[in-house]
């Protein structure tokens, strides 16, 4: 429960621009109404939805009922769904139509008086990112963006930008309207529960982060595979590909977390500025390491539990001859002192055999002195922070067998649990709703991360762009292309899968 100062500094109207889409009803709405549960949302606070079709508050508040019953991970009650019904409200125009945003600054007038919510605000765009620019400035040029003595914050989805460019044409634009503290970039991945313990388990146990260095980690893993394919988003996802989905953003985000310098304290900004040097000092990629370190692949068809599934270039509004990446893996090198010498791998694909997110830490070898001449394998020390769907840690260590004279047996410490809603979570939105209420924003992406992020990204990108692939490359159902396997075999090393 919250306490009366905080309502106060929390209460807000949320409007969310794209609400009636597939992210209000899927992820925002579930969270707002788990918020309510939890006992999280403060007391003077209402949300307006803003869509293009027609319809009542009512029309649409049943339709927030049904997403709830789908989608929330805690089951209806009816208390709880009765107060988060009454403050949502229903508001129609086309995000072109100027006369659109004086209704919706009447309405939120009104709002304010009703729910005394102090003129505080949260813009969401839960749009498609053609509209980001156009919003702001309706927003701006009818005089929404800034109330006196109010705060106001702006909430933008990912793809933020195609490129380099397209992200500082679009960054400019915000930042003539709204200032950087006021700008929240949603990247959903580091509002998910191991993503935050990431910290915690470095910078709270000696154990950990004594070891977490070049002089004891031989490399890191960091895999995000998913059994899906693009489904109903294949255009979206023809123009993104896996780089620009999953690699520039989540990928890189995790990255910077388990690679970061321990911030000199938790404020958001300290904590930011340790990431982006992460990104900043990724090696560059000349020509020989992108022919030698970058694996594209695009599925073809295959069995994913037990039914035959399309190959991608028989999806939905995907082209037949397509050249964009459903999967890639790299090898890159993180260029400090901390780092140098050890590898990362990163892979990400669609219709993999398995849906799982996890870092791997796998530490190094001892000598061959003692136990492990002769006979023994030695299994290394492995630790694993599983995302989802198992959520916990996981711990290899070597022990004597107990029946045998000297053999070694690898020990498995596992704290995770299965948690099967534990995909695109609720839980992150909510984290993240909260997050944005509080305005504290160290769960989101600073201008200069993802700055530096498209300049990495970009390179491999135009790689990918000007050269030839004989695509399709792996079956769905599969790890991806036998590539993605050499990428690590070349020097003894295989991705694990624990
Ligand atoms: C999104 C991508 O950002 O993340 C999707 O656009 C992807 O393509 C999704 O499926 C994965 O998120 P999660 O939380 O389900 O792992």
Redesign the pocket.
């Given at each position: 429960m919250i306490n009366e100062e905080t309502n106060r500094n929390l209460s807000a109207i949320m409007v969310i621009f794209g609400g009636t889409g597939d992210l209000t009803h899927r992820k925002l709405m579930p969270a707002l109404y788990n918020l309510v549960y939890d006992g999280l949302l403060p007391e003077n606070f209402a949300v307006v939805a803003i869509g293009r079709k027609n319809k009542t508050d009512r029309q649409y508040r049943d339709e927030v009922l049904d997403s709830i019953n789908k989608y929330s991970r805690n089951k209806l009650d009816v208390c709880c769904w009765e107060r988060l019904r009454d403050i949502i409200y229903y508001l129609q125009f086309d995000f072109t139509d100027q006369e659109g945003y004086e209704k919706l600054k009447n309405f939120l007038k009104e709002l304010d008086e009703k729910y005394n919510t102090g003129g505080n605000r949260v813009f969401y765009l839960a749009v498609a990112p053609e509209y980001f620019e156009l919003i702001v400035q309706g927003l701006s040029e009818h005089k929404l963006a800034h109330q006196d003595g109010a705060w106001t914050r702006l909430v933008i989805e990912?793809p933020f930008g195609r490129d380099l460019n397209t992200a500082r044409r679009l960054n400019n634009k915000l930042n003539e309207v709204f200032d950087e503290s006021s700008i929240y970039r949603i990247d959903?991945?580091l509002g998910?529960e191991m993503i935050q313990n990431i910290m915690v388990l470095r910078f709270c146990n000696t154990v950990f982060e004594s070891l977490w260095s070049n002089k004891y980690i031989d490399n890191v893993q960091i895999s995000?595979c998913?059994k899906?394919g693009v489904g109903t988003?294949g255009g979206y996802?023809e123009n993104s590909g896996a780089m620009r989905?999953?690699v520039q953003?989540?990928i890189l985000q995790i990255l910077s977390m388990v690679a970061m310098e321990p911030p000199v304290n938790l404020k958001t900004e300290s904590i930011r500025t340790e990431k982006l040097k992460v990104i900043q000092a990724i090696e560059n990629f000349t020509d020989e390491k992108l022919r030698n370190n970058v694996v594209f692949g695009q599925y073809g068809r295959g069995i994913i539990d037990g039914q035959p599934v399309v190959a991608y270039r028989e999806e939905e509004n995907i082209p037949p001859k397509s050249t964009t990446e459903t999967f890639v893996a790299l090898k890159l090198h993180i260029n400090n002192f901390r780092w140098a010498g050890t590898p990362f791998y990163i892979r990400t694909g669609k219709r993999m055999a398995k849906t799982s997110?996890e870092i791997v830490i796998q530490f190094k070898d001892l000598p061959d002195i003692l136990y492990f001449k002769e006979g023994h394998v030695q299994v290394p020390n492995l630790l694993v922070i599983r995302i989802?769907p198992n959520v916990g840690v996981f711990f290899q260590f070597n022990t004597k067998d107990f029946s045998t004279y000297n053999d070694i047996v690898s020990t498995k410490m596992d704290t995770s649990y299965y948690n099967p809603t534990a995909?695109?979570?609720p839980e992150?939105y909510e984290r993240l709703i909260y997050d944005i209420l509080r305005g504290d924003a160290t769960l989101f992406s600073r201008w200069d991360e993802v700055e530096a992020s498209w300049i990495f990204a970009d390179k491999i990108i135009e790689y990918r762009t000007n050269k030839k692939f004989d695509f399709p490359n792996y079956y769905a159902g599969s790890m991806g292309p036998a590539k993605a396997f050499e990428l690590l075999a070349v020097s003894g090393r295989k991705w694990w899968e624990v």
């Open positions: 990912k959903h991945y998910k995000l998913e899906n988003r996802y989905d999953m953003n989540h997110s989802q995909g695109n979570t992150a």
